[in-house]
């Protein structure tokens, strides 16, 4: 159910693919801005210790036709005498230390979770109100609140990110040690998924919880895991399915087209996996929504949604459709003629 409505969200919403897009490019025209001075300094220490040409051949070997085992052994020989070089050259080291830490790290996550709450909140007044809100209308009024979301998140992430390299490089060595080499691509890749499902399911309620409970960043961090383990099965199995047909489709989509794709599939996911956020969370609180000009009603497992609200109290609650509103203020007006 969370999984069709939020595709239905989706190709409702196809617009905001454009807004993602281009937000998307303007953190990449600020990242390399703050790259050029640190990219400078590294490629004139690789030149210098003679590992750019070297590099160049190793490229114009690869793609010469030789075999899987040529090349392996050619890209170990590089990547030994690039660690030479950082273990001998303090400069190099610290220059690419910084650019990791404060651009790749610090400036980059901070930038890409700024469209997350204006994003969530344009498709919650899709969903509430049956509305179309502006992303830049909902960005910058709430800036303050925006700037927090994403610096909090920017911390708990960088900290999930760094504990899983950790986990993975010692589940590694420890199938490593038991002598089943032949196993260490699928057991790497089955804990990465899981822990990637696992790092997305956690804070899969965060923004929404944001701005649907009027809760600050903090504690909705909390509301966002307790809503994680009160619905585990569900929410577990619904994000591996999404990410392994993600993996899946961003890889085909890569190979096939040199990468240039990944333009529209990266943008179309990061809508897709927000549009998920939000629907999950409606339908987990059993919250009515619109759904395609139709309300949704969550507590009943076998609706597809109705046009119109149920009479009683519960329909009270229900917002109303357009259609609706405009025969209710027809009505209205017969009987004050008559």
Excluded at 290 to 308: H, L, N, R, T, W
Aim: hydrophobic share 55%; aromatic share 14%; charged share 15%.
């Amino acid at each position: 159910m969370s999984f069709k409505n939020a595709l239905k969200l989706l190709l409702s919403k196809y617009r905001l693919f454009w807004v993602i897009l281009l937000f998307l490019l303007a953190v990449f025209v600020v990242l390399a801005s703050l790259s050029v001075s640190f990219a400078i300094n590294i490629y004139r220490a690789l030149e210098a210790a003679g590992i750019g040409g070297y590099l160049g051949e190793f490229v114009r070997f690869m793609l010469g036709g030789n075999g899987l085992g040529q090349t392996v052994e050619k890209l170990g020989e590089l990547t030994a005498r690039i660690a030479r070089l950082f273990s001998t050259d303090p400069i190099l080291r610290a220059n690419s230390t910084l650019w990791i830490i404060l651009v790749l790290t610090v400036v980059y996550r901070f930038l890409l979770g700024l469209y997350e709450l204006p994003l969530i909140r344009v498709l919650r007044g899709a969903l509430r109100e049956n509305g179309r809100y502006g992303f830049v209308a909902s960005l910058f009024p709430h800036f303050g609140k925006v700037c927090l979301f994403s610096l909090l998140k920017m911390a708990v992430m960088t900290l999930y990110d760094a504990a899983m390299g950790v986990v993975l490089y010692y589940l590694v060595r420890l199938v490593l040690l038991t002598g089943l080499t032949l196993l260490v691509p699928f057991v790497f890749a089955l804990a990465f998924l899981c822990l990637l499902v696992l790092r997305f399911g956690l804070i899969s309620g965060w923004a929404p919880a944001v701005l649907e409970e009027k809760m600050n960043p903090f504690r909705a961090l909390g509301y966002s895991v307790r809503q994680f383990f009160g619905a585990f099965g569900p929410l577990f199995s619904l994000f591996a399915v999404v990410w392994i047909l993600m993996i899946a489709i961003n890889a085909l989509v890569g190979v096939f087209t040199f990468g240039a794709g990944l333009v529209v599939t990266v943008p179309l996911f990061m809508l897709f996996i927000n549009c998920l956020n939000i629907v999950f969370y409606y339908n987990h609180h059993t919250k009515r929504y619109y759904i395609e000009g139709k309300i949704f009603d969550p507590a009943d497992a076998g609706a597809a949604g109705s046009s119109v609200p149920e009479p009683g109290a519960e329909a009270a609650k229900a917002p109303k459709t357009a259609e609706a509103a405009e025969g209710s203020a027809a009505g209205e007006e017969n009987g004050h003629e008559q």
